[in-house]
């Protein structure tokens, strides 16, 4: 789930009452890195479609870690989202058209491994009110409607040109 200011979501179309309901008191945590770079990306890749990016001048148009950068590209590509080609003239593209990426979608592929509490994490967990938890219901459903609502918008919505200097 991505967890963030409450600016950033309204930037995404969701109002800040909606959020600060999904988000509650955690909305002044920074968003996941993943997310948040990974929507910078295709939203700057949407600007130009059929230019292909290479990391290296991303990471420094974001100024971010040109290495972060690259395992956000590299889910990215895992998810169908971007086509990757190596050596010169190489680069990252846009795998579909930018009306064909819901954002929904994109957002829970690249935080689908980061766990807002602890029984959503794969693996052990030691919490201790399980089996009468009545929380993870309640946060799986938001999470749901979170995502819902994102994929009501696709990349389209959200083309970046950058300006011109």
């Given at each position: 789930?991505?967890?963030?200011?409450?600016?950033?979501?309204?930037?995404?179309?969701?109002?800040?009452?909606?959020?600060?309901?999904?988000?509650?008191?955690?909305?002044?945590?920074?968003?996941?890195?993943?997310?948040?770079?990974?929507?910078?990306?295709?939203?700057?890749?949407?600007?130009?479609?059929?230019?292909?990016?290479?990391?290296?001048?991303?990471?420094?148009?974001?100024?971010?870690?040109?290495?972060?950068?690259?395992?956000?590209?590299s889910a990215l590509a895992a998810a169908g989202c971007l086509e990757t080609r190596r050596g010169g003239g190489g680069g990252a593209t846009l795998a579909d058209s930018p009306e064909n990426i819901r954002l929904g979608d994109v957002v829970a592929?690249?935080?689908?491994?980061?766990?807002?509490?602890?029984?959503?994490?794969?693996?052990?967990?030691?919490?201790?009110?399980?089996?009468?938890?009545?929380?993870?219901?309640?946060?799986?459903?938001?999470?749901?409607?979170?995502?819902?609502?994102?994929?009501?918008?696709?990349?389209?919505?959200?083309?970046?040109?950058?300006?011109?200097?």
């Open positions: 789930m991505l967890i963030g200011s409450v600016n950033a979501p309204v930037s995404l179309g969701i109002p800040a009452s909606v959020w600060l309901f999904i988000a509650g008191p955690v909305a002044d945590v920074p968003p996941a890195p993943c997310a948040d770079y990974g929507l910078r990306v295709l939203m700057r890749m949407a600007g130009e479609p059929s230019r292909a990016f290479t990391t290296a001048e991303l990471a420094e148009e974001f100024r971010i870690s040109r290495n972060h950068l690259a395992k956000v590209i592929a690249l935080e689908a491994d980061q766990a807002i509490v602890e029984c959503f994490a794969p693996g052990a967990n030691a919490c201790t009110l399980l089996p009468q938890c009545r929380l993870k219901s309640r946060l799986a459903d938001a999470n749901a409607a979170f995502i819902a609502d994102l994929n009501r918008s696709t990349l389209a919505d959200c083309v970046y040109h950058p300006e011109k200097v």
